[in-house]
């Protein structure tokens, strides 16, 4: 077979895999609820119409009639509900019918404890007539598909397969290092109007000096990312290759800076024809008034095309002044660097650690801090562990024993095995159970936090945040320990108490995520929007912020965005693709055949 043949079938194979997705999830999945051949069940009403939810339970009532007529009488009616997923059968038994002169009337009110199998499970509704001995339904009715819970979504530190392996965990620290502390700065590398050429500017100069003062404090890049730019003026031309050519320049101007960066660690973009970086800047520009802003941001966030709302921002009176003041602010390359700090022992320091840790007759002629600091400069986690064992032996301390139960926690994250994983937890706990014994630390109290969420026991994992939470007045411990316990608020929902928990400036997405879910959850989109946005500006691999925004989207009937969103979120993180052809949130969109087309176009892309 030659090399087209085979890609006409693999296309041809793919078609036919769409087309089984469709008969699955389009339009036929949805519009079976009002089967035209139904005579008995043609009155069914669910309420509420998808079933959704709420605390650690879905309700819904189940209403109708069955019609008494010369010809529709039926005999020994009776009507049987069930909730069956592929592995799971859930009989919920007969519902009483009440005759009236007419009609066979039902109501019935339903409460099931949720369990993870209902989200892909099918309820469905059976008439049955004639013998009672008969098993045979003469009618049936899918009243629902799946259960809406974005709460489930929640990110509380679990891997998940061909995602990055969330840090988890809080080391007690030297205060000479602090190797947990990820700072994240921007820059900006300045061009002229419709030009990518490097200048040598005051503002640029200044700008490369900036970048390295802070590589210098944090030399241990973790993402370095150069963002093309190119400003909605006529002078920056009609291309997106404007944008990406000053990514290049702009690598080019970095030098050395650069040059030794792994390809995961630096990545090149550009962005065109997009408003995202205005909406950024809009924010905070108070050339105008609140008001004035708010509608340009309104018209930002329709669905129409860049176009139209381009022409529409030109009617806005003021926008005249924001162009002037803003659009030469994005003629430019945006550099965004996450780095950490790093340091080490010197050459006799490094001498007396390695001495100290293959020798078993208590020789140690190292401090307290300098083998703390030999732990955290070191990036290997099986260093870490046999350098903080080693310590449990020379020092009374809860840090070596909070340390090696953390060092526990992040093997278990790069394990998929379940026995495995709780091994390493009962280990850590163990550990941390000790380093307490020792002294109480509020790194200790949230690592076993950290640990019962992991273990489902969210009851005990939130009474240990708590009590954390009053151990310290750190602010970044608090923006740590408030960010886990605002998750855990989430899937307890108390959602209004879990916005206030994320009251902080994060650089990690998933708490930017999971901020935008208390919002979503309360139904105020305009917060859950702007947190869903900065979980996109943090990571745009990460995919969730993407989906989120696509749920705001579907939630305002704007089909269009939603489906953009979809397709961002699923080109960036393959997970999320099934949850997309599942979830109840977008059943309409999926109704619509333009959503298979929109999701196979993006693929052959």
């Known amino acids: 077979m030659s090399l087209n043949s085979r890609n006409q079938f693999n296309n041809s194979m793919f078609n036919i895999l769409l087309i089984l997705l469709l008969l699955l999830n389009g339009p036929a999945y949805s519009k079976s609820i009002i089967a035209p051949e139904n005579k008995f069940l043609k009155d069914v009403q669910l309420t509420p119409a998808k079933l959704k939810l709420e605390g650690d339970s879905v309700r819904f009532t189940l209403k109708g009639s069955i019609p008494i007529e010369s010809v529709l009488s039926p005999k020994n009616p009776s009507i049987r509900l069930a909730f069956n997923a592929e592995d799971t059968k859930l009989d919920l038994g007969g519902v009483e019918l009440k005759r009236t002169v007419s009609a066979y009337e039902y109501e019935k009110r339903f409460a099931l404890k ?23 339904a003469y009618e049936k009715q899918t009243l629902a598909r799946g259960i809406i819970a974005p709460q489930l979504m929640v990110k509380l530190g679990d891997v998940y397969p061909d ?6 965990g809080l080391y007690i620290t030297s205060g000479a290092l602090d190797r947990e502390t990820l700072r994240k700065e921007e820059f900006t590398i300045e061009f002229d109007p419709g030009s990518a050429n490097y200048k040598n500017s005051a503002a640029n ?11 210098e404090s944090n030399p241990d890049v973790q993402d370095f990312r150069i963002t ?3 400003s909605p003026e006529t002078t920056e031309g009609k291309s997106s290759a404007l944008g990406m050519s000053r990514a290049e320049s702009a690598k080019k101007a970095l030098g050395s800076r650069v040059s030794s960066l792994s390809n995961s660690q630096l990545k090149l973009s550009s962005r ?14 108070k050339g105008i008034s609140t008001t004035r802003r708010d509608e340009l941001y309104a018209i930002l966030m329709s669905q129409e095309s860049f176009v ?42 490094s001498v007396k650690l390695k001495d100290a840790l293959s020798r078993n007759d208590g020789t140690n002629a190292l401090s307290l801090a300098e083998w703390a600091l030999a732990a955290e400069s070191t990036q290997s986690i099986e260093e870490k562990a046999a350098i903080y064992s080693k310590m449990t032996e020379f020092f009374r301390s809860p840090m070596p024993y909070n340390n090696m139960a953390v060092v526990r926690m992040r093997q278990a994250q790069r394990t998929l095995d379940k026995e495995s994983k709780e091994v390493l937890w009962a280990e850590a706990l163990r550990l941390l159970s000790q380093a307490y014994r020792i002294e109480p630390t509020p790194q200790t109290v949230h690592n076993q936090g950290q640990i019962f969420a992991f273990q489902r026991n969210y009851w005990e994992a939130y009474k240990k945040l708590s009590d954390a939470s009053t151990m310290s007045q750190n602010p970044d411990f608090l923006q740590h ?25 994060f650089t990690d997405p998933k708490d930017y995520f999971n901020k935008g879910l208390a919002y979503y959850m309360v139904s105020d989109y305009t917060n859950a929007n702007m947190a869903f946005e900065e979980s996109v500006v943090q990571g745009r691999a990460f995919g969730y912020g993407y989906y ?24 960036a993180n393959r997970q999320l693709s099934d949850r997309a052809f599942r979830d109840p949130l977008f059943e309409e969109l999926r109704n619509s055949p333009a959503f298979f087309a929109e999701m196979e176009s993006d693929r052959s892309q």
């Open 114 to 136: 949720f369990e993870p199998w209902m989200l892909g499970a099918v309820l469905e509704v059976s008439f049955f007539q004639g013998k009672k001995e008969s098993q045979a």
């Open 163 to 168: 995602e990055p392996i969330p840090v988890v």
């Open 205 to 215: 100069l200044a700008a490369l000096k900036q970048i390295d003062a802070f590589l």
């Open 228 to 230: 093309g730019l190119q």
């Open 272 to 285: 065109w024809n997009d408003w995202f970086d205005l909406r950024l800047l809009l924010k905070d520009y």
């Open 308 to 349: 139209e709302q381009r022409e529409r921002l030109k009617k806005v009176p003021g926008f005249s002044q924001v162009s002037q003041d803003l659009f030469p602010r994005l003629r430019v390359a945006k550099v965004e660097i996450i780095s950490k700090p790093r340091a080490g022992l010197d050459m006799n320091q």
């Open 481 to 505: 320990n408030e960010a886990l316990r605002g998750a855990l608020d989430i899937l307890r929902g108390d959602y209004k108490l879990a916005t206030l928990r994320f009251d902080y400036k």
């Open 548 to 571: 989120g925004l696509a749920m705001i989207a579907a939630a305002g009937g704007q089909e269009e965005i939603a489906m953009i969103q979809l397709k961002k979120a699923i080109a």
